[in-house]
């Protein structure tokens, strides 16, 4: 897979269901932190249990998210996954599969943590479309 050009980053995370209510320059500070990562169809992504470390988008392809039981869901581009733990402070909630050649954008808990600690309007784009999700699955 090729790599992403810096405008490329920007332009797909302006589409992210994650940052759907960020601002161009918001989303220019979110891509400053991001890197790419490719992943074989078949690779572990993470292990459930481990510690979050990343939250991720996925660019292209697609990741099957399965608890212990086997269930679970397939995320595949413009979605994100490993938020809620990132957010929340616990240990993965499944282990994340790539089911085809995938690539993804990955945010580090430090990097993305300072960077919501030194701008409000991303905190509150953040929480307008947790607010948004969270209003949607109780319908």
Do not use: W
């Amino acid at each position: 897979m090729s790599k992403l050009a810096q405008i490329e980053r920007i332009v797909f995370l302006q589409t992210v269901d994650l940052f759907s209510y960020c601002r161009a320059q918001e989303v220019l500070r979110i891509a400053s932190i991001t890197r790419e990562e490719h992943f074989d169809r078949g690779d572990t992504i993470y292990e459930i249990n481990q510690s979050a470390n990343e939250l991720f988008c996925v660019v292209r392809g697609t990741v099957a998210l399965r608890d212990d039981n086997g269930e679970g869901a397939v995320v595949g581009p413009l979605h994100t996954f490993g938020v809620t733990e990132i957010l929340s402070g616990r240990l993965r909630s499944a282990t994340a599969t790539a089911t085809a050649e995938t690539l993804v954008l990955a945010l580090d808990q430090e990097d993305f943590f300072d960077l919501l600690a030194n701008n409000i309007d991303i905190v509150k784009a953040l929480f307008r479309h947790l607010f948004q999700e969270s209003a949607s699955a109780t319908k």
